[in-house]
């Protein structure tokens, strides 16, 4: 072999060398592009996430339900609240079928003509909660007032409208619960004043007999 076919030869190898590092480099240059890509697409992804959070947070939090009056313990009421930490604007409930109150409420409004119930409510501030009276516990199964009901619950929040709540709410799943009264400032004031009534009139017995007694000495 003469030495322009060596010349040849090494030039050959040494282009061969340089297309296969030139590809491993661009190979590498891809891999370091998609890797550079994905990270990309994770910090947004994790970026929209806590964006999601933070708006979830922030949303006003309401629900209805059936509650016992925490007063009388008797009487059972339909509690709406904003448990959230922002203020509910242009709230809207339906309920179907309506909910009714019991007949011995016919005196009052029904629910479906009081005007949050037919325009919607203005605005529920965080913590606030309403409550309107429907009947005793007995009164409502033995009337058969309340069936299953589908209760949606649309409101604006500060990030405007929001995803609205859909549950069936049926107060058939509260047969046979036992209500216990668990105490309230009404009954302990009751109690105090029944048993301040009780001491005086002991009282006004002991200063009685004591006259007597002065008397007869």
Do not use: C
Request: no cysteine; hydrophobic share 40%.
């Amino acid at each position: 072999m003469q030495a322009g076919d060596w010349v040849s030869l090494g030039a050959a190898v040494v282009a061969v060398v340089a297309l296969i590092w030139t590809r491993a480099q661009a190979q590498s240059a891809k891999m370091q592009a998609e890797s550079a890509k994905q990270q990309v697409a994770l910090a947004k992804r994790q970026t929209e996430i806590q964006e999601q959070l933070y708006r979830d947070q922030q949303q006003p939090y309401l629900w209805i339900d059936f509650r016992v009056d925490p007063v009388s313990y008797y009487l059972i009421d339909l509690v709406l609240k904003n448990e959230g930490p922002t203020v509910a604007t242009n709230v809207r409930v339906t309920m179907d079928p309506p909910i009714q109150r019991s007949s011995a409420f016919t005196m009052d409004e029904s629910l479906l003509d009081l005007p949050g119930f037919t325009n919607g409510f203005a605005s529920i501030p965080p913590g606030r909660e309403m409550r309107w009276s429907l009947g005793t516990h007995v009164e409502i199964f033995e009337e058969r007032t309340f069936h299953r009901h589908t209760v949606t619950i649309a409101f604006d929040g500060p990030f405007g409208p929001a995803e609205p709540l859909v549950y069936v709410l049926d107060y058939a799943d509260a047969k046979a619960m036992s209500l216990r009264d668990p105490g309230n400032l009404k009954s302990m004031t009751e109690a105090l004043t029944k048993g301040n009534r009780e001491l005086t009139r002991i009282l006004g017995r002991v200063e009685h007999a004591l006259r007597t007694d002065d008397l007869q000495d």
